[in-house]
């Protein structure tokens, strides 16, 4: 829509924020009256005011005008709000906010409702959207940012001939110069004059090799930042949710005639939003039932020798490619009694002889329905939280936990994994592949002579900090089941701090640290759990993200059963992947390069006839689906010409149905793997059975 057309185009984005800032500041007055937070609040309303009045929405502005009266008379510190003016900023925030909602589409303007449409019987805590959603302008923005880190994965790795380019003027260049030299010994005429302009060639190739590689130097560096900032944009802050739930513990405090602390930890991590909103709606009732069941009165609480005032905690951590989100309560915990009452009346408790014990009864709590509240209310009773965190774990693939202690407080965290991550990561190379280690499970590297190596290798262990650590190469952690590439002894090790204690593994060299963002590893992608993720480097290759759990388990588990050596046998010949995406062909070479195996690349099956029959290669493995000769032509071409009729080929296709995995059969194919059914050993299995060796 052109901006004439829309003049609320700005201010939707300004006021949103605007809202947020607003409704965290109201429930920090609520808790930490002052001057400060009053001033923060009386800006933010009053830019909102002057913003709404530009764009002609009067009742926002009037809202947010009635919200600085109340205000006014405190910014100087005289005294904190009555309860009866908090009540009012809570209520004004909420019709503003739901203004501020209606105006998210273009055609909102003119139909937004006032306060007085508010929906009856809506809950006057769901006002302020405590189940975040995205708006449609996010989505549009997020796809928006998929294309954009597409595109210039795609320029990245147009960068790698440009390099080569200027590889070639080099060797030009030297050429030229030693050109020059051998005409310094000719004389006469001719020979000066040859001699001359091909020291004006080598000068010319040279500036023009410097210009070239500066050109290519500078492109990479502006598409590294672009792809770190547009990666970054992807991600959304944990803290997003706390205002949220923070208002959620605070209306059902009040309803409750109780004094509750919230508190927040782990802000700053950063997330896919598509998870966010899922765990913020679980965690609302979370959060209300800590305060509901948990939370005692304050009389109670001050006979027990405990503050009047109760804590309710939420903290979002990482560990490794999951985020944690916690939220712990100092209340009374979990009343076992009455869990065991209301699961024996529901028929949860068969009719063994040993009694449920705690962790037993505690797990029931994730059964939907189970409730422990004598009464139903508006904000607990029906049993239906646990069964929410419960539904968010199934729907996310993660785990929940329930854990509590009487008369001090009850924990319920939520386990997911990561679909994108933010993190800073350890480069290291390790026979022939780099791959990245989370920074945060680095707890140190130590340089390692030839002989320290060779003695680590040989025990298995290295000294560190006054102990001995378990030790494994890297690579052999990398290239399980297969031949592992030669490569010196490791020049390092890192020590790797898991929960099974500190491992350390050997590298060839330590290639610096660098900021990414973690991907999820695709269908076609290694599966063994020393892998934790993939990210993508620079140059658009995929780069393989270390789990240093799965690394810790792999280290303990060589280190006490031994690596059975692998069979010594000819190497095979060269692979020839091809496939006309860029993604799926980085993806299968670096499967296959950490193998163990060399890999080509065609991006067509023009290019891989033309590949074939320039070098010899071992098996080709090939998509079905591509321009001009599709992957079961190409099969056929090769097994009717005598000089490629004995290289085995692999169809590596979506396509499902038999009718497909006959027709490749019929082509000559020795194997049909489909991609939704993929698994990364048997395709291995395939290759090591089918590939022609040397």
Known sequence: ???????????????????????????????????????????????LKGAARVVKQ???????????????????????????EMQELLRLNDEIAAQVSA?????????????????????????LNPVPEMPMAARAATADLDELLDAIGEANARM?????????????HRSAATLADQLRVGRGAPAATTRASAERLARELGSAGRRFTDAVDQIERELHDVRAKAEGLRLVPAGTIFTALRRAVRDAAESQGKRIRFEAYGADIRMGAHLLGPVSGAFLHVVRNAVVHGIEPEAERLAARKPAEGTVAVEVERRGRWAVFRC?????????????????????????????????????????GISTSPEVTEVAGRGIGMDAVREVATQLHGEVAVRSSPGAGATVELTIPLALLSMTGLNVEAGGTVATLPLDSVRGCVRLSATEAATAATTGRIVYDGGAAPFLPLAEALYTGSTVPDSPSPGAAVMVGTDDGTVAVGVDRLAGTSALVARPLPDLAPSTPVIGSVSVDADGNPRLVLDPQGLAAEVLRGHVGGRPAAPATAAP??????????????LERSILESAGFEVDLAASGEEALELARSRRYGLIL?????????????????????????????????????????RGRAAGAAAYVIKGEFDQEELLNHIRRLVVRA
Request: proline share 8%; aromatic share 2%; hydrophobic share 40%.
């Open 103 to 127: 105006l998210q589409s273009p055609q909102a303007a003119a139909a937004a409702p006032s306060s007085a449409q508010q929906p009856a019987g809506q809950d006057p805590a769901e006002a």
């Open 160 to 172: 790698a001939p440009l390099r080569n380019g200027c590889t070639t003027v080099e060797r030009l």
């Open 328 to 368: 712990a309560d100092d209340g009374r915990g979990f009343d076992l009694d009455a869990l065991r009452r209301t699961a024996r009346a529901r028929g949860l408790l068969g009719p063994s002889a040993r009694p449920p014990d705690q962790q037993e009864l505690l797990d029931l709590v994730l059964h939907g």
């Open 1 to 47: 829509m052109a901006e004439g057309r829309d003049p609320l185009r700005y201010f939707r984005v300004e006021a949103r924020d605007l809202v947020d800032q607003i409704s965290a500041g109201v429930l920090d007055l609520d808790q930490r009256p002052g001057p400060e937070p009053v001033g923060r609040l009386l800006r933010a309303a009053h830019t």
């Open 573 to 586: 010949l060269p692979i020839l992947v091809v496939d006309d995406s860029l993604t799926t062909r980085m």
């Open 58 to 84: 009067k009742e926002i502005a009037d809202r947010a005008h009635a919200f600085e009266e109340i205000l006014v008379p405190h910014r100087t510190g005289a005294g904190a709000l009555a309860a009866e």
């Open 622 to 662: 090939s998509d079905i689906d591509m321009p001009g000769i599709d992957g079961f032509a190409l099969v056929e071409r090769t097994r009717a010409d005598p000089e490629l009729a004995g290289v085995p080929a692999i169809l590596v296709s979506s396509r499902a149905n038999a009718e497909d995995r006959d």
